[in-house]
């Protein structure tokens, strides 16, 4: 007979071995689900013990009949998708793996970012129509060296990126009400206000967190405000992004593209999400990825260990490292 449950609500890894071969020693039985929407979780995981979440939401009313658990582990950085303070006031803790993909996240974005800006799909589409000139741009390639690279947040990963990006020539600019000029300025980033930051950039990338004060930062007002051969790049949570409102930009000539890391809907949380769904989807000068920004084999190990460590701590009556507090009211 097991000491303790620890079901994983969902995962997309192939395998649960890892998490069986950190937690199994102690005496855990390691349920692996697919709950992904996160819909009759609190059923399936009722006599849970612990709770590993990847895309499963888990809002307060699954949380209130969760009575045995202890612990909420994401299998990532962001808790937007767990009650973070409903855990709490039903006795459990929340943990999370903030130093997960911080290169990966920083590569990608900056992967986007030039792919953009040297419209390398666009000639790609050419060269296979069977036209080879330069003069066939659709938006004149601006020079790396010079231009503006503009980010909103300036969390971890934005500062790994900026640090990365200086290299190639790019003056960087970053809003984000939270951190200092002078912590700015240590890694040779402008602190700037949002009206700056979208007036003035060449590039700008969406970094922040998906919170009540960052849902649509990136509205119809702010795209607008954009220099007609800006690009937008996001690799954060797609809530971020006004899908709507980046369309009609897109579609309208007021900036000349965008990649995506996620749209707005996030199809990985969904059963049955087809392009149609986004009309994004149908324009050329938008890309999208499939939430892979994180993805790197080395990332994604390192991040199933500290879940599942996590989850230890907690079942052992330790103090898990990476704990997520609730946010002040």
Known sequence: MSKFKVYVSDYDYGNIDIEKSILEPIEAEVIGLQCKTGEGLAELAKDADAIIQQYAKIPRETIEQLKNCKIIARYGIGVDIVDVEAAYENGMVVTNVPDYCLDEVADHAISMSFMLMRSIPFYDRKVHQGSYQWQDWNAPIPRMRGAI???VGFGRIAQNLARKIMAF??????????????????????KADLDTLFRTSNIINVLTPHTPETYHIVDEENLKKMRKDAYLVGVSRGKCIDNKALYKALAEGWIAG?????PEEEPMKMLDWT??????FKLENFFCTPHIAYASLGALNECRHVAANNVKAALLGQTPQDLVKPRKK
Do not use: H, Q, R, T
């Not at 020539?169 to 402008?190: C, H, Q, R, T, W």
């Not at 392009?275 to 994004?280: H, V």
């Open 149 to 151: 690279y503009g980010l």
């Open 169 to 190: 020539g790019f003056e960087v600019i970053a809003f984000d009400p939270y951190i200092s000029e002078s912590l700015m300025n240590s890694y040779g980033v402008k």
């Open 258 to 262: 965008a990649a995506l890391d996620d």
């Open 275 to 280: 392009p149609d769904m986004n009309p994004l």
